[in-house]
């Protein structure tokens, strides 16, 4: 199975702020990664797939970036709504194996 | 609407079965391909199983494969998930997606139900 690692698992910043997050697949996937975002005790979000391509409806300020076996989400300019746990997933191959997510919290 | 409502979960003894549905509304489950996620308690989200489009193809993580099966029914809109021979370790929140297709790709899951909670304990 594809092995998805994201940094960092936890993230402090404040609104306005500018952060990144990594997803590093232990195998090549092309470009066959999506991001979710997840708020407590709902269901997750789509936000980016075929690793950068904005989902329908999610604000430009998320970006997703990279192929291979590197990606990374941009958040440009933090707002509270965004404060949540954001997942990768490749679906590259079965299984499609999600990352254990990195956790946004307000600084 | 686009909608996708899982059937209630419960508390099952392990050992048991139990049948989960998710019926979909605003669009045919028989035109896309649909899959289960879930969740244990504070943990990250685990790609469960998935249904392909045509319907005559399945796939599933290791840990279900051999107990749990992924169906559909067409007619009544709704896609089903058998899990037999219930551990303690598939207590989870179990979310029904469909999976975003683009031409032939597949890119990730765009639409989910709200989740639904099966506890396995004695």
């Known amino acids: 199975d594809i092995q998805l690692t994201q940094s960092p698992s936890f993230l402090s910043a404040s609104v306005g702020d500018r952060v990144t997050f990594t997803c590093r697949a232990s195998?090549?996937?092309?470009?066959?990664l999506a991001w979710y975002q997840q708020k407590p005790g709902k269901a997750p979000r789509l936000l980016i797939y075929a690793a950068s391509t904005l989902q329908s409806g999610v604000p430009s300020r998320f970006s997703g970036s990279g192929s291979g076996t590197q990606f990374t989400l941009t958040i440009s300019s933090l707002q509270p709504e965004d404060f949540a746990t954001y997942y990768c997933?490749?679906?590259?191959?079965?299984?499609?194996?999600f990352g254990q997510g990195t956790q946004l919290e307000i600084k | 609407e686009v909608q996708l409502v899982e059937s209630e979960g419960g508390l099952i003894q392990p050992g048991g079965s139990l049948r989960l549905s998710c019926a979909a509304s605003?669009?045919?489950?028989?035109?896309?391909?649909m899959s289960w996620v879930r969740q244990a308690p504070g943990k990250g989200l685990e790609w469960v199983s998935v249904?392909?489009?045509?319907?005559?193809?399945?796939y599933y993580t290791d840990s279900v494969k051999g107990r749990f099966t992924l169906s559909r029914d067409i007619s009544k809109n709704t896609l089903y998930l058998q899990m037999n021979s219930l551990r303690a370790e598939d207590t989870a929140v179990y979310y029904c997606?469909?999976?975003?297709?683009?031409?032939?790709?597949?890119?990730?899951?765009?639409?989910w139900g709200q989740g639904t909670t099966v506890t396995v304990s004695s």
């Open positions: 249904i392909l489009y045509s319907g005559d193809t399945t």
């Open positions: 195998q090549g996937i092309s470009s066959f």
């Open positions: 997606a469909r999976v975003l297709v683009i031409g032939n790709f597949y890119y990730g899951m765009d639409v």
């Open positions: 997933q490749q679906v590259n191959t079965y299984p499609n194996t």
């Open positions: 605003g669009f045919s489950v028989s035109g896309h391909s």
